[in-house]
């Protein structure tokens, strides 16, 4: 019963394609997240969603596109893969915690290791 | 912007010993996280610290938080081999009606028998 899944894994594409990494949770929450781990294992946030509309658009490049169908998926599309694209994306879901004393924290997916060659 | 910063980045030591991880933070904010993460793997919560004088403890690991000084530390007792991991401090921003959680740049810890 894996509550934030993503898929795929592992993506080795080369420069100039297009892909996706999908991304659903199982927990209920209303907030779902894009984030990107560098080689050096910093962790920067790209997007925020809840209830299905973007909150947080990061400086992000525009060839990545955030969709979410519902509030239980997050699927992010990258066109034009570069080489700096290289990194782990790890999805996350929380409840909303801006709420008053929410001690809910993130939760993170397993994590799709993209490699651009 | 709220930055977060962790110190030590690397931290080597050995079995039994005690020792404190710190991290300082930019702007005000009333919830800070612990996260732990193993290599190749995913990121797993280990504290969520919501008002000044916070004290969370989980094994050998105990977490504070004191919001005045920007500050929150995570200490581990008599370590063990086991503990070693990256361990992430993570700040959400105040003040806004939707979540912005910022991650420090994470502590290597190594612990060696």
């Known amino acids: 019963d894996t509550a934030v899944s993503q898929t795929p894994k592992y993506l080795v594409t080369q420069m100039g394609n297009d892909k996706s990494i999908k991304c659903e949770q199982n927990?209920?929450?209303?907030?779902m997240y894009w984030y990107k781990q560098d080689s050096k294992k910093f962790l920067k946030i790209m997007f925020s969603y809840n209830n299905k509309e973007l909150i947080i658009n990061e400086t992000v490049p525009n060839r990545f596109s955030p969709k979410s169908p519902d509030k239980a998926h997050l699927n992010l599309h990258i066109n034009s893969l570069e080489l700096g694209d290289s990194a782990v994306y790890f999805c996350?879901?929380?409840?909303?915690?801006?709420?008053?004393?929410?001690?809910?924290?993130?939760?993170f997916g397993n994590g799709t290791r993209l490699t651009v060659t | 912007e709220l930055k977060v910063e962790q110190n030590p980045l690397f931290l080597s030591m050995q079995e039994g010993k005690n020792y404190t991880i710190y991290c300082n933070y930019s702007?005000?904010?009333?919830?800070l996280y612990w996260y732990r993460q193993d290599p190749g793997k995913s990121l797993e919560s280990l504290f969520v610290l919501l008002s000044n004088g916070a004290v969370k403890q989980e094994g050998r690991l105990m977490a504070s938080l004191d919001t005045k000084a920007r500050l929150s530390t995570l200490h581990i007792t008599a370590a063990v081999h086991d503990l070693s991991a990256t361990y992430f401090c993570?700040?959400?921003?105040?003040?806004?009606?939707?979540?912005?959680?910022?991650f420090g740049p994470g502590t290597s810890l190594s612990v060696i028998p």
């Open positions: 927990l209920g929450h209303d907030t």
């Open positions: 996350a879901s929380s409840q909303e915690v801006w709420s008053t004393f929410s001690n809910s924290p993130l939760h």
């Open positions: 993570a700040v959400d921003m105040v003040g806004t009606s939707y979540d912005k959680v910022i």
């Open positions: 702007t005000t904010s009333d919830r």
